[in-house]
């Protein structure tokens, strides 16, 4: 049995969201360089640049990126570091002034769907007063945002945290420690909910939370094993997590 949650801290990208996974860049960010640079460049090359960008962030992610002290690249570094590279100066300078709506395009997945017995487990967390809050690694929060306001879950949240927006990223557990003091509750009152080891999990021991839940996703499938960072519990999805309240809160409301 899990100690009863106080609030909630979860993942967006294979807890609340998830997409076909994809290793080249969605054809409108394509459309969108093509249009900021004037055709300088050319779609052909920007298309194999941008693919070769996202494998390379990917990569960084895997690497730099999945530290104790992780912090995000910001919009800019991510296209001149692993997109821009040897392109002609005034191709790189436009892209750099517009970073920010690139990223947006960049991080926006049309694939992008509500994870199934999320929107019953969020109703159900908010029904027995459970304070939540998104605690996500991406290039742009905004988009993220965005694709919750759309699904209309974006009420059900206290706050959402985002590593572009807020510095840190899993498993850096700042994040984590932030979302929990932007909420009001201790980190050891809450629960993460996570889709991988490597980053979650770690995550959330390291931060102090009081239960870690692994919710499966092709992320989770893809990921080695780590023996020193083991969840609490392990579920397929949000209905998953449904039951897991339910425990819980029975067990609270029991005693």
């Not at 960010?29 to 093509?34: A, H, K, Q, T």
């Not at 999805?237 to 039951?243: A, N, S």
């Amino acid at each position: 049995m899990l100690p009863p949650p106080r609030a909630l801290l979860l993942d967006f990208g294979g807890v609340l969201a998830d997409a076909p996974a994809r290793n080249t860049a969605e054809p409108e960010l394509v459309r969108r360089v093509d249009e900021v640079t004037r055709g300088e460049v050319g779609t052909e090359r920007i298309r194999k640049d941008l693919d070769a960008g996202v494998r390379a962030y990917a990569a960084w992610r895997d690497d730099v990126g999945n530290t104790e002290r992780s912090v995000e690249m910001g919009h800019a570094q991510v296209f001149r570091d692993f997109v821009t590279v040897d392109w002609p100066s005034a191709a790189r300078a436009a892209v750099e002034r517009e970073a920010t709506p690139l990223a947006y395009a960049w991080t926006w997945r049309s694939g992008w769907a509500v994870r199934p017995g999320v929107p019953e487990a969020l109703r159900a967390a908010r029904a027995a007063g459970l304070p939540m809050a998104v605690v996500s690694n991406t290039l742009c929060g905004a988009a993220h945002r965005d694709f919750l306001d759309r699904a209309g879950l974006t009420h059900l949240f206290a706050a959402q945290f985002y590593s572009d927006e807020a510095g840190p990223r899993k498993p850096n557990p700042e994040l984590a420690l932030l979302a929990a003091r932007a909420i009001g509750v201790p980190i050891g009152g809450c629960w993460f909910v996570g889709d991988s080891v490597h980053r979650d999990v770690r995550c959330a021991r390291r931060a102090g939370t009081a239960a870690v839940v692994l919710m499966r996703s092709a992320r989770t499938d893809r990921e080695s094993p780590l023996p020193d960072a083991l969840p609490d519990a392990r579920i397929e999805d949000g209905h998953g997590l449904v039951d897991l309240l339910g425990e819980a809160l029975g067990e609270r409301r029991g005693r």
